[in-house]
């Protein structure tokens, strides 16, 4: 206790062998052993010494320290119990008994105090207590004195270190644990934390070596074998790592933290399916692990298990409503699993809870595009990426905003970055080739839909992009394949059913294109360009009528400010169609200072087919296209 012990090999051979009843031979010799570690043989010698005297408090006590040790806390309460009501004044049975209470103990802490206020043990017990209670400015008061007045005793080092580690203060708890190491060189436990806190600071040789030379004194402690695994881990050194939590777990299965740090290690390592036991495992141990609740959800999440990531995730803010981590998490979830505006409230409340993460900002910034709030949108994909840069879904979406809101220029940009650190993305690939193809990059538009399908052979949206593409350049036969392959994939997408007409109108079938526009009309009756499609479909056959009624509710819809090219060169088609001259040479002016890009060469196709249609100027639509062209 003081760091005088006198070697056990001389108590040992101080006092008769077994079959003694002296009692004071009996509880040193008891003394000895549990000190060794031998707490079988102690507690042998303890109850032949209480057979011998029941009422003697020494060897009660001492039975009460070998109790404990072996884990035994109610038998060890019950001695200190008999111990206090024969000597209702023994500090040290009051200080130990303390300990056991727990919270309830520091009536017994004060009491051993009182009674012996100038006794370093009381008042290092004390100390642990307020430490264990969280009360570290308490615990640092008493341990401070305990230290003073015993300067050469290991234990009260020890506690005040883990009280300035509670606190942050590594190097202060560092100094003390030098202190007690040096006092106690074979303190394994004393060893180990100053292994961690090594670990903390970032000194992971250091660490290593402490944890190392702690292990040799106890080689089967899974709790110092755990830690230094955790020091592989930081080292960046994940099998050697997963091989010390193995050991660990092999020697105390249900030790929660190291289970834990298994299954972070094999989610760090992409191998969900070894992490996802050591969580249920966890979960099965501790309910209400918050750590593990968070990470398996975000593993189900990753596996498209929607509804068993949801759980774990509305679980984890039941129990942490507070928690800017848990809201983050749920938010994550609650997008993906096509909830963006219950996501949206999460995100908002763990950034006002302090998680202004990148991953976070981008997940909100998520949620806006989803919603429709392109703007918003893109303030948040910039915010999260002055955070970070290498992310490259972030770049992607952020492009997917920029395309949605008509800046295909700008979204290449995005779709570049996002490719270079994400190739394997195919939706990258399919909206960059959209973009190029808006843009009149017909090569590169048609490259980047060969290199989506080849990493997603049933995206539709390649498809069909392919096929506008493909119609442009006159390559019908090919476009008809694509979109026939794209309503083979999305039955239901208005715009593929619009396009597979679109093509078939200027390819020479007026009568597929008129069944295919009705189809898209049907589906979506606001659909400008699909009307003004349907508009000339139906000059062709001579239902002028229609062509009108089409050309009015076209011109309603696309006639929005600012004109954007689309909506500028449908118009153009639209006046043109409906014989407004003055109208079309107005668009066809505005029309000089936009780009030869895709919008601009479709208007050209649709005013050939236009030039054929019974009853319409020809010379002068033929005009147009010549000026357009």
Same mark, same amino acid.
């Not at 944890?211 to 110092?224: E, K, N, S, V, W």
């Not at 755990?226 to 881990?233: I, L, S, V």
């Not at 399916?273 to 750590?291: G, I, N």
């Not at 302090?354 to 919603?371: M, V």
């Given at each position: 206790?003081?760091?005088?012990?006198?070697?056990?090999?001389?108590?040992?051979?101080?006092? +008769?062998?077994?079959?003694?009843?002296?009692?004071?031979?009996?509880?040193?010799?008891?003394?000895?052993?549990?000190?060794?570690?031998?707490?079988?043989?102690?507690?042998?010698?303890?109850? !032949?010494?209480?057979?011998?005297?029941?009422?003697?408090?020494?060897?009660?006590?001492?039975?009460?320290?070998?109790?404990?040790? &072996?884990?035994?806390?109610?038998?060890?309460?019950?001695? #200190?119990?008999?111990?206090?009501?024969?000597?209702?004044?023994?500090?040290?049975?009051?200080?130990?008994?303390?300990?056991?209470?727990?919270?309830?103990?520091?009536?017994?802490?004060?009491?051993?105090?009182?009674?012996?206020?100038?006794? $370093?043990?009381?008042?290092?017990?004390?100390?642990?207590?307020?430490?264990?209670?969280?009360?570290?400015?308490?615990?640092?008061?008493?341990?401070?004195?305990?230290?003073?007045?015993?300067?050469?005793?290991?234990?009260?080092?020890?506690?005040?270190?883990?009280?300035?580690?509670?606190?942050?203060?590594?190097?202060?708890?560092?100094?003390?644990?030098?202190?007690?190491?040096?006092?106690?060189?074979?303190?394994? @436990?004393?060893?180990?934390?100053?292994?961690?806190?090594?670990?903390?600071?970032?000194?992971?040789?250091?660490?290593?070596?402490?944890?190392?030379?702690?292990?040799?004194?106890?080689?089967?402690?899974?709790?110092?074998?755990?830690?230094?695994?955790?020091?592989?881990?930081?080292?960046?050194?994940?099998?050697?790592?997963?091989?010390?939590?193995?050991?660990?777990?092999?020697?105390?299965?249900? @030790?929660?933290?190291?289970?834990?740090?298994?299954?972070?290690?094999?989610?760090?390592?992409?191998?969900?399916?070894?992490?996802?036991?050591?969580?249920?495992?966890?979960?099965?141990?501790?309910?209400?692990?918050?750590?593990? &609740?968070?990470?398996?959800?975000?593993?189900?999440?990753?596996?498209?298990?929607?509804?068993?990531? @949801?759980?774990?995730?509305?679980?984890?803010?039941?129990?942490?409503?507070?928690?800017?981590?848990?809201?983050?998490?749920?938010?994550?979830?609650? #997008?993906?699993?096509?909830?963006?505006?219950?996501?949206?409230?999460?995100?908002? !409340?763990?950034?006002?809870?302090?998680?202004?993460?990148?991953?976070?900002?981008?997940?909100?910034?998520?949620?806006?595009?989803?919603?429709?709030?392109?703007?918003?949108?893109?303030?948040?994909?910039?915010?999260?990426?002055?955070?970070?840069?290498?992310?490259?879904?972030?770049?992607?979406?952020?492009?997917?905003?920029?395309?949605?809101?008509?800046?295909?220029?700008? $979204?290449?940009?995005?779709?570049?970055?996002?490719?270079?650190?994400?190739?394997?993305?195919?939706?990258? *690939?399919?909206?960059?080739?959209?973009?190029?193809?808006?843009?009149?990059?017909?090569?590169?538009?048609?490259?980047?839909?060969?290199?989506?399908?080849?990493?997603?052979?049933?995206?539709?949206?390649?498809?069909?992009?392919?096929?506008?593409?493909?119609?442009?350049?006159?390559?019908?036969?090919?476009?008809?394949?694509? *979109?026939?392959?794209?309503?083979?994939?999305? +039955?239901?997408?208005?715009?593929?059913?619009?396009?597979?007409?679109?093509? !078939?109108?200027?390819?020479?079938? +007026?009568?597929?294109?008129?069944?295919?526009?009705?189809?898209?009309?049907?589906?979506?009756?606001?659909?400008?360009?699909?009307?003004?499609?349907?508009?000339?479909?139906?000059?062709?056959?001579?239902?002028?009528?229609?062509?009108?009624?089409?050309?009015?509710?076209?011109?309603?819809?696309?006639?929005?400010?600012?004109?954007?090219?689309?909506?500028?060169?449908?118009?153009?088609?639209?006046?043109?169609?409906?014989?407004?001259?003055?109208?079309?040479?107005?668009?066809?002016?505005?029309?000089?200072?936009?780009?030869?890009?895709?919008?601009?060469?479709?208007?050209?196709?649709?005013?050939?087919?236009?030039?054929?249609? +019974?009853?319409?100027?020809?010379?002068?639509?033929?005009?147009?296209?010549?000026?357009?062209?």
């Amino acid at each position: 206790m003081t760091g005088h012990e006198t070697p056990a090999e001389e108590i040992l051979a101080a006092f +008769p062998e077994p079959g003694t009843t002296d009692v004071v031979a009996l509880v040193v010799r008891a003394g000895v052993h549990r000190d060794a570690g031998r707490h079988a043989d102690a507690l042998r010698d303890l109850d !032949r010494a209480i057979d011998v005297e029941p009422d003697n408090t020494w060897a009660l006590a001492t039975r009460a320290a070998a109790l404990r040790a &072996l884990g035994r806390d109610a038998d060890a309460l019950r001695d #200190l119990d008999r111990v206090l009501a024969l000597d209702p004044d023994d500090a040290w049975a009051l200080s130990e008994r303390g300990e056991l209470r727990a919270e309830n103990g520091d009536s017994d802490h004060d009491r051993a105090v009182a009674l012996h206020p100038r006794s $370093a043990w009381a008042l290092a017990h004390r100390g642990a207590g307020h430490r264990r209670a969280g009360r570290d400015a308490d615990a640092l008061a008493d341990l401070d004195a305990a230290v003073s007045l015993a300067a050469d005793w290991h234990w009260p080092y020890g506690e005040r270190a883990r009280a300035h580690h509670a606190r942050g203060r590594h190097e202060d708890a560092l100094r003390d644990l030098d202190d007690a190491v040096r006092i106690k060189p074979d303190d394994a @436990l004393n060893m180990a934390l100053r292994g961690q806190v090594h670990r903390e600071l970032g000194r992971h040789a250091d660490a290593l070596a402490d944890l190392d030379r702690a292990l040799a004194r106890t080689p089967g402690d899974a709790g110092i074998v755990g830690g230094r695994g955790r020091t592989w881990n930081a080292l960046g050194r994940p099998d050697r790592a997963l091989a010390d939590f193995d050991h660990a777990l092999r020697l105390a299965p249900d @030790l929660v933290w190291v289970r834990y740090e298994r299954a972070a290690t094999h989610v760090r390592a992409e191998r969900d399916d070894a992490a996802l036991p050591d969580y249920d495992h966890v979960l099965r141990l501790d309910p209400d692990h918050l750590a593990s &609740l968070l990470d398996r959800g975000s593993v189900h999440l990753r596996r498209g298990r929607f509804a068993a990531a @949801l759980a774990d995730h509305e679980r984890a803010v039941r129990l942490a409503p507070a928690s800017a981590q848990a809201r983050a998490r749920r938010g994550e979830t609650l #997008l993906l699993a096509g909830r963006p505006d219950d996501a949206l409230a999460d995100l908002d !409340r763990a950034i006002d809870l302090g998680d202004a993460s990148d991953a976070t900002l981008a997940c909100r910034a998520e949620a806006c595009r989803l919603l429709g709030r392109h703007e918003e949108a893109l303030r948040d994909f910039d915010r999260a990426l002055a955070l970070r840069d290498d992310v490259g879904w972030v770049h992607g979406a952020r492009g997917l905003a920029l395309w949605e809101t008509r800046r295909p220029a700008e $979204a290449v940009a995005g779709f570049d970055r996002c490719i270079a650190l994400n190739p394997t993305l195919y939706w990258a *690939f399919g909206v960059r080739g959209e973009c190029r193809r808006l843009l009149g990059d017909d090569e590169g538009s048609l490259t980047d839909f060969g290199r989506a399908l080849e990493l997603n052979a049933e995206y539709p949206f390649a498809f069909g992009s392919r096929g506008q593409a493909r119609t442009v350049l006159g390559r019908f036969p090919d476009a008809l394949a694509d *979109f026939e392959r794209a309503r083979e994939l999305d +039955p239901d997408a208005a715009w593929i059913i619009r396009e597979h007409g679109r093509c !078939r109108l200027v390819a020479g079938d +007026p009568g597929g294109s008129l069944a295919d526009l009705d189809a898209a009309v049907g589906l979506l009756p606001d659909y400008g360009e699909a009307l003004v499609d349907r508009a000339l479909a139906r000059l062709l056959f001579g239902d002028r009528p229609g062509a009108a009624a089409d050309l009015t509710a076209a011109a309603a819809l696309l006639d929005t400010t600012p004109l954007d090219d689309v909506a500028a060169f449908n118009l153009l088609v639209v006046h043109a169609a409906a014989g407004d001259r003055a109208a079309a040479e107005r668009l066809l002016d505005d029309a000089a200072g936009r780009p030869v890009h895709a919008p601009r060469r479709r208007a050209v196709q649709s005013l050939r087919v236009l030039a054929t249609a +019974p009853g319409v100027d020809e010379p002068w639509i033929t005009s147009l296209i010549v000026r357009l062209a």
